[in-house]
């Protein structure tokens, strides 16, 4: 069974930093592309950040030279370093893990609150 299981997420005021991460189990850790969404309320869930099995990262637009993608095989975990946080990243982050054959899994979610 697999787990994503996100820890992290709290309230922050602007211009403050979190660090995010993700536990995963029950599944080859390695052999996933891990990425992170957001998802504001009303609005859609969209792609953050992204980390592939090699290691390279791509990320939206909104959040490049802020956040910082990065995943350590030997413990199955991804990190999401969020530095220079603004009131508009407020959203529920989910931790995604997307593997061979389509197969793709989320967490929980976990929530982020930038705000005074």
């Known amino acids: 069974q697999v787990q994503l299981v996100e820890s992290g997420g709290g309230l922050v005021q602007p211009g403050g930093s979190l660090r995010l991460s993700c536990a995963a189990s029950g599944l080859t850790f390695s052999k996933y592309v891990m990425s992170w969404y957001w998802q504001a309320p009303g609005k859609e869930r969209e792609l953050v950040a992204r980390?592939?099995?090699?290691?390279?990262?791509n990320y939206a637009d909104s959040v490049k030279g802020r956040f910082t993608i990065s995943r350590d095989n030997g413990r199955n975990m991804v990190f999401l370093q969020m530095n220079s946080l603004k009131p508009e990243d407020t959203a529920v982050y989910y931790c995604?893990?997307?593997?061979?054959?389509?197969?793709?899994?989320w967490g929980q979610g976990t929530q982020v609150t930038v705000s005074v």
């Open positions: 995604n893990a997307e593997g061979p054959l389509g197969l793709r899994y």
């Open positions: 980390i592939t099995r090699g290691g390279t990262t």
